[in-house]
T-cell receptor, first 115, second 110 residues
């Protein structure tokens, strides 16, 4: 179990630029989640995949955000035309479908700073 | 949508004192999970509660789920400096997504 990995760990970008983050979940986990966390707040749900299917997307998520999980393994989250309000920690988590406890395993996150 | 409120927002204790954080919802929860996030770290799963009135213990940590499944608590006995961090409750919903509270930041004075 190598855990959930995320790249890059830090990203500084100028307003208006596009950024893409990658998440590699735990290999046997078929559920993958993206969250956003700002200082002093809990993680906020963005979107969820089961295998390659994106099953839910937060209504708070603007059209500038898009996520993919093309082969049901790794996932990418792209933010187009970044704004200063997008500055946050972006967390990826994965979980399995079998068993009674479906705890989520979080990656270390990608910290985005938009200048 | 589902919302969970956590209190207190901050708690500072002397090492050896007890600590409790509370999580409340206006709606009945199907289940609740608790996570710990160390400063600069990511959330780490602690426990899941599913049944009404459920109580689970992990060493010095005791987790409770209310009879009405609308509230939960985490109690730490005799805090240690290693307990420092933010404790989040998270309500489990459809598609197994979690709705997190704002968390309780615990600091421990040695």
């Amino acid at each position: 179990d190598t855990g959930v990995s995320q790249n890059p760990r830090h990203k500084i970008t100028k307003r208006g630029q596009n950024v893409t983050f990658r998440c590699d979940p735990i290999s046997e986990h078929n559920r993958l989640y993206w969250y956003r966390q700002t200082l002093g707040q809990g993680p906020e749900f963005l979107t969820y995949f089961q295998n390659e299917a994106q099953l839910e997307k937060s209504r708070l998520l603007s059209d500038r955000f898009s996520a993919e999980r093309p082969k049901g393994s790794f996932s990418t989250l792209e933010i187009q035309r970044t704004e200063q309000g997008d500055s946050a920690m972006y967390l990826c988590a994965s979980s399995r479908t079998t068993g009674g406890a479906w705890e989520q395993y979080f990656g270390p996150g990608t910290r985005l700073t938009v200048t | 949508g589902q919302q969970v409120m956590q209190i207190p927002q901050y708690q500072h204790v002397q090492e050896g004192e007890d600590f409790t954080t509370y999580c409340n919802s206006s709606t009945t929860l199907s289940n609740i999970q608790w996570y710990k996030q160390r400063p600069g770290g990511h959330p780490v799963f602690l426990i899941q509660l599913v049944k009404s009135g459920e109580v689970k213990k992990q060493k010095r940590l005791t987790f409770q789920f209310g009879e009405a499944k609308k509230n939960s608590s985490l109690h730490i006995t005799a805090t240690q400096t290693t307990d420092v961090g933010t404790y989040f409750c998270a309500a489990g919903g459809s598609n197994y997504k979690l709705t997190f509270g704002k968390g309780t930041l615990l600091t421990v004075n040695p």
